[in-house]
C-alpha cells in the first residue's frame, strides 16, 4: 500500500496561542497543515475593529500518514496532544477540511455581517450614547454612515448620523 493511500486528516489541539507556530514546525514535516482563520469583528480599545484568529483556537488540521509521523507530531513542541478517542487518534472526513477551504479566502474565513434593514432595532456602541437602543433608518453612503432613530420622548425621535461602525444588533 502506497504512502499516499495512509494518509489521512488530523486534528492537532495545541498549546494556547501556538497554533501558527506548531503550523509552521509540522509543515516542515508533515505532507500538509491547514490552519484556518477567521477575520470577525472584535471590539478593540472599545471601539469596533477588525481581527484575524484561528478559526478554531488551539487546534489545527494535518493530513498525513499517522504510522510515520506520529512521533513528529505528539512530541513536537507547542502540541498538547492529538484529538483521540481513548488512545486512538480521529481521523477528520476530508468534506470538513474541504468545506472550511471553500469558504475561505487565502485560508482566511469572513463572516459577513448582514445589513441592518428598515426599522431593524439596534444598540449604539461607541460615542456619547453608547448603549442606547434605536432604530435603524438607513445607510447612507455605503455602510460608512447610517441613519438611526432614537427615541426621545414618548411620541417623538431624534435622527442622528453616526459612522457605521458605531451600531450593533441589539442583544
Request: glycine share 8%; hydrophobic share 40%.
Amino acid at each position: 500500500m502506497s504512502q499516499v493511500a495512509n494518509m489521512e486528516w488530523y486534528l492537532i489541539r495545541t498549546k494556547p496561542g501556538k497554533e501558527r507556530w506548531v503550523r509552521d514546525q509540522l509543515s516542515g514535516h508533515l505532507p500538509e497543515v491547514f490552519l484556518p482563520f477567521l477575520r470577525a469583528r472584535m471590539p478593540r480599545k472599545g471601539r469596533p475593529g477588525w481581527s484575524v484568529a484561528p478559526l478554531f483556537p488551539s487546534y489545527l488540521f494535518a493530513r498525513c500518514d499517522l504510522r510515520g509521523n506520529y512521533f513528529d507530531i505528539k512530541y513536537s513542541l507547542g502540541v498538547a496532544d492529538l484529538v483521540s478517542a481513548g488512545s486512538e487518534p480521529l481521523t477528520v472526513a476530508p468534506e470538513i477540511v474541504r468545506s472550511i477551504r471553500e469558504r475561505a479566502v487565502d485560508g482566511v474565513v469572513e463572516i459577513v455581517e448582514r445589513p441592518f434593514g428598515w426599522g431593524e432595532r439596534v444598540i449604539v456602541t461607541a460615542g456619547p450614547f453608547r448603549g442606547i437602543e434605536a432604530v435603524f433608518e438607513r445607510y447612507l453612503s455605503g455602510e460608512e454612515r447610517v441613519a438611526i432613530l432614537l427615541n426621545v420622548a414618548e411620541s417623538s425621535s431624534i435622527r442622528m448620523i453616526l459612522p457605521g461602525d458605531s451600531v450593533g444588533r441589539d442583544a
